[in-house]
């Protein structure tokens, strides 16, 4: 692996008590080529701007892909990367929906590692930030023209980041969308890849100019069965059942949303995976059965809903405050992520 550190840090220059989500970049990149059906060395170069021509094909036809990961600065001074071999797993399951080639994962892990390492100082080490890691694959040929490129670049950037919504951990508000849908079956749902969040600005536009944080969708052909949240998958505690709606080809396959499913199996809770509607949500909210809803993401963890707007229907969720099992998971998945309680499940790679 070549690597080219940067003459000067812009470290010195960021107030890392003042960050924001993804806004601030490390000072080092990640990048490997594709060409002549084989990945290339790995290089790690410092951060700038990327050469590419206008004809290049991603920029016209959206053969691109991307991941979401973090890295924590534990309290005995080593790193932890969670669950990168989930993430791992989910960005070549996009790269196979998108004719775009597979990484193998001992070359994305010892990339990641290496880049991790070079720019630790980058890693904020108060508890509640992280360092965000954003690979990303794209076709590189030059064309236009509806095809499978033959070439492609991989690369990651990392960025130091504290809390994603600006709420926190205090409950956000949803709305559903009667006008748009995100995915139907046989489309791109569950591919991590552009098209799916630019299909989303507008109606989260609409959504926010309201005062709600993000669209809670429906599907996109009976428009009542819940799929999931712009930037998260959702949860719904009914009674003493923990509901989420199954992985059918429409919503992304989250990692937190199986680290809080096994979590809560650990701990005895009734869990279930199965089509929920936003009728039953309405109706169990009226009979006071409806006990904490909340989303999950690499970005927020854990996010705790306090409103849910549908049509003429407004369901106010535990009085608009964290519920406990949403507090438990929080707490739980960030003291494994930051080092501070024993991980059983060997979810944490320590670098």
Known sequence: MEIIKTRYSRREQIDFEKLGFGEVFSDHMLSIEYKNRKWASPQIIPYGKIEIFPSMCSLHYGQIVF?????????????????????????????????????????????????????????????GYSLYIRPFIFAIDNFLGVKISETYRFVIITS????????????????????????????LGAAKTPANYAGTLLPAEVAQKR???????????????????????????????????PLEGTILGGVTRDTVLQLSKEWKINVAERRISIDEVLWASRQGRLKEVFGTGTAAVISPVGEIQHNSNLVVVNNMAIGPLSRKLYDEITAIQYGEKTDKFNWCYMV
């Open 67 to 127: 991941e979401g990961l973090k890295a924590f600065f534990t309290r005995d001074a080593t790193i932890n990367i969670f669950r990168p071999e989930k993430y791992h797993n989910r960005l070549n399951h996009s790269c196979r929906r998108l004719c775009i080639p597979e990484i193998d994962f001992d070359l994305f892990m010892d990339s990641l590692k290496e880049l991790v390492l070079l720019d630790k100082d980058w890693i904020p080490r108060m508890r």
């Open 211 to 245: 005062g709600f944080t993000q669209i809670l969708w429906l599907d996109g052909i009976e428009r009542k069965y819940i799929e999931e949240v712009g930037t998260m998958n959702i949860f719904f505690l009914i009674n003493d059942e923990l509901i989420t709606p």
């Open 160 to 187: 130091p980041v504290g809390a994603y919504y600006k709420e926190g951990i205090n409950p956000v508000r949803l709305i559903t969308s009667c006008e748009y849908i995100r995915a139907a079956k046989g489309g």
